[in-house]
């Protein structure tokens, strides 16, 4: 007969958004540790449409941790989820739920096993910062299960440790990533600069151009910038400081002009570092460009800009328009240039708090 003390199990489901860096991190100084060259800005996204769900259960009859991603087994013998869990282990606490007579203490969580369910409602290693919202996820659902008491700062040192770019999904609206001092990473963290209603007529428009799973992963592209980019050097050192004082200044005044500008020239000089990695890493493609012509011409045509865009490790474009109305040209604009149609590349876009055309080809 089945031990009836093995029967409970007890669950925990948390949802986290992407984020998407308006400053870049591309590079590591620390590989195992994830800490970075640079400090990096972005914003998160509204949690409706870019999100993960995560399903964290533990129960005594589970005989190892396992995890599922997007309805499929995936291993956790890798480096990353290993230090997750093994840093949200460590700062378990006692947890005891009355209704169903479960009581775990600190201790027993040593001896106990997860197994992770995690769903992405968007494109999974496409460039729309899976990874971000997925470790940052992860992280956050373990603790809660555990009952770990710790404030975002930890946990976001957490999550970095998973994906640099999680540590910024723990918090909403503006997120910077402090590169730290410490070698050993502790002051590594994510701060929020400014909360979502800090700048709400901002309306971000996403463009699927590809929701194909990227070549070069984030990891490995990086690893190559670092080893064979000397732009990098230049970049991390000289450019991104003064970048991150003039967007922090931006943000604080709501600046559009100056956001606009600093958005764009820093997505632009991350993929000409990636030009610069030898072998070079393409990941914009010819209908990323012509997105970028379009934005830039209509700006030029305005004489103060209108949209910003950015992109991540992969051919999707994430345009910030200053406000809705502008938000609904821009969206005119890329259906006149893109009609959805099942051949075209560019099908899908989701806009700010509502879904405009999902899937539309
Ligand atoms: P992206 O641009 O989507 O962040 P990356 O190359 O940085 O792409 O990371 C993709 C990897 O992140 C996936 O192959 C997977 O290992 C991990 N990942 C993505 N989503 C999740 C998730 N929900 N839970 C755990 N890991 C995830
Ligand atoms: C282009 O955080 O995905 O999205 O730390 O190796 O997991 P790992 O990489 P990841 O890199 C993100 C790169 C980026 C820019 C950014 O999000 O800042
Ligand atoms: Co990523």
């Known amino acids: ?24 991190y591309w590079g590591k100084r620390d590989e195992t540790l994830i800490l970075p060259v640079n400090d990096s800005i972005s914003v998160t996204l509204d949690p409706e449409h870019l999100c993960t769900t995560t399903t964290v259960a533990v129960s005594p009859s589970f005989d190892k941790d396992r995890m599922w991603l997007n309805g499929k087994e995936i291993s956790l013998s890798g480096g990353r989820f290993q230090s997750c869990l093994r840093e ?21 969580w040593e001896k106990l096993h997860v197994h992770i369910a995690s769903y992405n409602n968007f494109p999974t ?20 299960l555990m009952n770990v008491k710790e404030d975002h700062g930890k946990l976001s040192a ?60 984030s990891t490995t592209g990086m690893r190559e910038t670092v080893e064979t980019s000397m732009l990098l050097q230049h970049r991390a050192k000289e450019v991104v400081p003064k ?21 764009c020239a820093d997505s632009n000089q991350f993929h000409a570092v990636c030009l610069d990695t030898c072998p070079p890493i393409f990941y914009m493609n010819d209908t990323s460009h012509r997105i970028i012509s379009i934005v830039e011409k209509w700006n030029r045509s305005e004489g103060t ?10 051919p999707n474009a994430v345009m910030i328009a200053r406000n809705r109305k502008v938000a609904g040209v821009l969206l005119q ?16 876009y989701v806009i700010g708090d509502k879904s405009i055309l999902k899937d539309a080809g």
């Open 305 to 314: 800009p209108q949209v910003a865009y950015t992109f991540d490790a992969g």
């Open 1 to 24: 007969m089945a031990d009836e003390s093995q029967k409970w199990v007890l669950m925990v489901t948390a949802q986290t958004p992407t984020n998407i860096a308006v400053i870049k």
């Open 243 to 263: 970048r991150i004082l003039q967007m922090e200044e931006a943000i604080r005044n709501r600046d559009f002009a100056s956001f606009a500008h600093l958005t």
């Open 88 to 108: 949200i282990r460590c700062r378990a606490g006692d947890v005891e739920d009355e209704k169903k007579g479960i009581k775990i203490a600190k201790k027993d």
């Open 158 to 217: 957490i999550a970095r440790q998973g994906s640099g770019s999680a540590c910024r999904s723990l918090y909403g609206g503006f997120v910077k990533w402090i590169m730290g001092k410490d070698e050993k990473g502790s002051d590594s963290i994510a701060v929020q600069l400014a909360d979502e209603k800090h700048w709400d007529d901002l309306v971000i428009v996403i463009a699927v151009v590809s929701s194909r799973q990227k070549e070069t992963s």
């Open 333 to 348: 604009k890329l259906l006149f240039y893109f009609p959805p149609q099942p051949d075209t590349d560019l099908n899908s």
């Open 125 to 144: 290693a496409a460039g729309l910062a899976s990874s971000a919202a997925g470790l940052a996820c992860l992280v956050f659902s373990l603790a809660k």
